[in-house]
């Protein structure tokens, strides 16, 4: 039987016709070459090689072995191929799902990362509302989506991403944009926009409004984060959410106060039960947990 390693040093000295050239093709040194084709050939019964002029010229008996030889090592190339083509995305498709307060800034950072280590992986985002994401995963249009609660169900796994927390935002130049934190109390006096108490945002403020006995008054409605940013910087009033659609000042025209009472909140990530998570789906999600829990606040990032 030939090792991998005589097969490689047989490859070697074919390759560059002297014991000298195989060894420092292979780094290792002459005479370490030269006992093991020896040995090799001892074992093999058969001469591989004969000397001329100071070449080792392969022996017609050989041939066969030598093809049999570049064989294995196509094979090994194609492999290594195959590997590097994983590695950079080639012909694949990373399909993923996020909800928008995660998607409007955490998800393209993440995703921006993820390009650098596979520069050739085609990406399918898709925002979607916390209704559509159960379709989603479940008819296998997508590996994973980004949510902002888990939820029961006996196909799907939830994984932690990270905790966030509510903040109030005001137009910049509103008389409360100087504070330092609000409280639900001091909220209340103002006309407020978007809060859904059936959204998962909304209830944990609706919550703190109802257990202090607070009114509050919302003329608009709307249910998308970056829809409410637009419509307080048009100085419709003031509204409540998620530190997540607003981080690295990506809204501009308003001013982000902390909220007095807890609003905490923990994010998932969601995925089918029954598959393992791709390389690429693995990797994003590690991406997408760093960035957002970068932009936590240290009280948080101390209850991790």
């Known amino acids: 039987m030939l090792t991998l390693r005589q097969i490689e040093v047989i490859r070697a000295i074919m390759i560059t016709g002297t014991i000298a050239g195989a060894a420092k093709l292979l780094n290792v040194s002459a005479p370490g070459i030269s006992r093991l084709m020896k040995h090799t050939e001892r074992s093999l019964r058969l001469k591989l090689f004969e000397r001329r002029q100071g070449r080792y010229v392969p022996t017609p008996e050989a ?28 012909d694949v498709e990373f399909k993923l799902g996020s909800v928008p307060s995660i998607c409007h800034v955490m998800v393209p950072r993440a995703i921006e990362r993820l390009r650098r280590k596979h520069p050739d992986l085609r990406i399918d985002i898709n925002i979607l509302k916390i209704e559509e994401a159960l379709d989603y995963l479940l008819l296998g249009k997508g590996e994973i989506v980004a949510m902002s609660y888990k939820l029961d169900h006996p196909g799907l796994d939830f994984m932690p991403l990270a905790m966030g927390e509510l903040l109030c935002i005001v137009p910049q130049g509103h008389p409360l944009a100087g504070y330092s934190s609000i409280s639900a109390r001091e909220i209340v006096q103002h006309q407020l926009i978007g809060i859904d108490p059936n959204d998962p945002y909304g209830r944990i403020m609706s919550e703190i409004f109802q257990r202090q006995g607070l009114h509050y008054d919302m003329a608009i409605k709307a249910r998308f984060g970056t829809t409410v940013c637009s419509l307080v910087r ?22 982000a106060i902390p909220i007095e009472e807890p609003t905490r909140f923990q994010t998932y990530v969601a995925m089918k039960n029954d598959k393992a998570l791709s390389l690429y789906a693995e990797t994003f999600v590690k991406l997408l947990r760093e960035e957002m829990n970068a932009v936590v606040s240290p009280r948080l990032a101390a209850e991790r």
């Open 63 to 90: 041939k066969d072995i030598f093809e049999q030889i570049n064989g294995v090592y196509r094979k090994v190339d194609d492999l290594h191929s195959m590997l590097a083509r994983i590695e950079r995305g080639g």
């Open 234 to 255: 048009a100085g419709l009033g003031i509204a409540i959410i998620d530190q997540f659609t607003v981080a690295h000042g990506s809204m501009q025209g308003i001013a």
